[in-house]
């Protein structure tokens, strides 16, 4: 809603955590396997996109993904660094906010491995040429109140009307501002970023865009 082109590929469910993917399908009829051609398009009208990798994008990643989730190896870290860049480098966007979580409750339970994930994956950005900053969040216990995929989705809808919980809220508007931060118009200022994120929340924008996405 803030003239900021935002392309999301997304995967499922990782140990006990819901996928992005898994949340989104708890509306009825939402398609989660948009074609490359159908990912444009939404990009073009709406702005916005999440959807799962398709056969033409970083295909090997969907057969890594499923392993790591029976093999053990969901901490590894080159794993990690290598699924999640793959994915985004593919994407073609410009900029990349990265958000690494820490704790109990994620796969990297120390804050110093959590630090190196979050050096790493920055490293394979620049590498790449795109602007990336990594922001560590903690996960030793959950953020919001809701649980169950519907439930949370029902929740991040709540925080974009200007409601929600705190924590989560506080979430979502930094979030928001650091990927406006590495954008030419507002990096100049991370306030002015932030100021307009609340705007955006207030007069209702935020949350009629993702009503047109997931139409």
Partial sequence: SLNVVVPMMSGRGLGHTGGTLDK???????????????????????????????????????RMYALRDV??????????????????????????LLDVKTGSGAFLKDLESSLELARLLVASGHAAGRRTVAVI?????????????????IEAAEVLKG??????????????????????????????????CDLHIENGQGMLRLERMVE
């Avoid at 051609?37 to 969907?62: F, K, Q, S």
């Avoid at 053990?72 to 900029?95: D, R, Y």
């Avoid at 929600?164 to 306030?191: I, K, N, W």
């Fill in 137 to 153: 969040t903690n996960n030793d216990q959950p953020i919001g109140r809701a649980v169950g995929n519907r439930e949370e989705l």
């Fill in 71 to 96: 093999s053990g190896t969901t901490s590894s870290l080159p794993l990690i660094v290598s699924s999640i860049m793959s994915k985004k480098i593919a994407e073609g966007s410009a900029a990349l």
């Fill in 24 to 62: 989104l399908e708890s509306v009825p009829g939402f398609r989660s396997n948009l074609t490359a051609a159908e990912m444009v398009d939404a990009l073009g009208e709406v702005g916005v996109c999440i959807t799962g990798a398709t056969d033409g994008v970083a295909p090997v990643d969907r």
């Fill in 163 to 196: 409601g929600g919980p705190s924590d989560l809220s506080e979430l979502v508007r930094v979030q928001c501002a650091l990927m406006l931060h590495l954008t030419d118009r507002y990096s100049s200022s991370f306030l002015k970023a932030l100021a307009a």
